[in-house]
């Protein structure tokens, strides 16, 4: 399972299945260059930078492959909103 991690909180977004199928669509759309976050999120440990991945997440969205995973991109979204909130809260 992918999960954010923003500073100490984490939170748990989408089964591993679920999150390659996002990655296949990044991955044909322009890879690691183009989606680096998306692409750390593999390494469970690396923290992520909330503006820059919710970039590139409307970036891949924008895309034919990204449509294709419209749905699975928006759920990344609202957990990454999640997280960003739980780390506010404290």
Request: glycine share 8%.
């Amino acid at each position: 399972m992918v999960a954010f991690r923003i500073g100490d909180m984490r939170v748990a977004s989408l089964d591993d299945e679920t999150f390659a199928l996002v990655l296949e669509a990044a991955a044909q759309a322009g890879g690691a260059a183009e989606f680096p976050v998306l692409f750390a999120l593999v390494d469970s440990d690396a923290e992520v930078e909330p503006l820059a991945f919710v970039d590139e997440l409307a970036r891949l969205a924008t895309t034919e492959r990204g449509r294709a995973v419209g749905s699975l991109i928006g759920t990344l979204r609202d957990d990454l909103m999640e997280a960003v909130a739980a780390a506010e809260e404290g």
